[in-house]
C-alpha cells in the first residue's frame, strides 16, 4: 500500500536567516511574508535553530526596560534577558527544533507534530541541511483530495491489489472524504480487511463497511 510522504506535502521555497541577521530584519521578513517562524541556518544551509513571533515579542513585552539579573538567577530569566536585550537573530533563536527527513510518510510527521504540540517540523537531508518545512497546514493538505482520485485510489489499492475483487463485487463510492465500500465477498476476513486498508488510505476521513460475506471464517477459526 503506498503512503503519503513528507515530500509530497511540505513547502521547498523557505525564507530564512543567519545567527548574524538583524533583529529588525528578522521582524521584517515574518511580517512581509505573513509567518510566524523563520528557520536559522549556519553555512551549510544547516538547520541551527529557530526564531519564532514569541521570540521577538519579548523586547516587546520589557519596553527596552530590564535589568541585568543576578548571578544567582535562572536560566529563564537569563534568557529573556538575552532575548529582551537582542539585537540579532543568534541572541533570540532557538536551538531545540524537530526535523524530519522528506521520505518519511506524513502520517509519522503528524504524530510528531501532535505529541510535541509542534506548529511546524524542518525538512532536512542526511547532513541536515534544510530542504523545507512542514507546517500543520500543510500536513492537512492531504485532506483536501478529491473524492474521485480518491475513490481510484482506494480500488487501486484496496480492491485489485489487495482483495484481488472484479468492480461487480465490491463498488466504492466517496463523499467528502467518507469512503463507503458495498458488495459480497467469500470471506469475513476479506471484508475486514478492505475496510482496514481502507482506513489507512491517505486522505480518508471515515470509511463506512457494507461489505458482506458469504462465509465467517473468523468465527470458525476460533471454534
Known sequence: MSQSTVAEFMTRNVISVTPGTPFKEAAQLLNEHEISALPVLGPQSQVLGVVSEADLLVKEQYEGVIRMPNLFAGRRRWRQFRKATATAVADVMTTKVKTITPEQPLSQAA???MAGRLRRLFVVDESGALLGVLARRD???VFTRDDDE???????????????????????????GEVTLSGVVDRRSEAERAGGITAQLPGV???????????????AAKA
Open 111 to 113: 504524530r510528531l507534530l
Open 150 to 176: 480518491l475513490a481510484e485510489t482506494v480500488r487501486r489499492e484496496v480492491l485489485r491489489k489487495a482483495l484481488w475483487a472484479a468492480p461487480d463485487e465490491v463498488s466504492v463510492e466517496v463523499t467528502d
Open 139 to 141: 500536513a492537512l493538505r
Open 205 to 219: 476521513v471515515a470509511v463506512h463497511n457494507d461489505i458482506h460475506y458469504t462465509m465467517d471464517d473468523i468465527a
